[in-house]
């Protein structure tokens, strides 16, 4: 049994002009896609939610 994949959900749901959360830089399908998405693609939107996250930190430095 695979081990289950937290939310990355911070409670700071606020998405910004290109459908992307503020909070846990999930874009809008992965939010609503998350609930019923196997433990794979969890790892997979959380990949892109690492990678849209370091985006923004380096756009803002």
Do not use: H, Y
Request: net charge negative; aromatic share 4%.
């Amino acid at each position: 049994m695979d081990d289950v994949v937290d939310s990355p959900c911070t409670n700071v749901c606020v998405v910004d002009q290109n459908g992307c959360c503020v909070g846990c830089f999930r874009d809008l399908d992965e939010i609503a896609d998350w609930g019923s998405a196997s433990n794979d693609r969890k790892r997979e939107i959380l990949e892109c939610c690492r990678l849209r996250r370091e985006r923004s930190r380096s756009e803002t430095d």
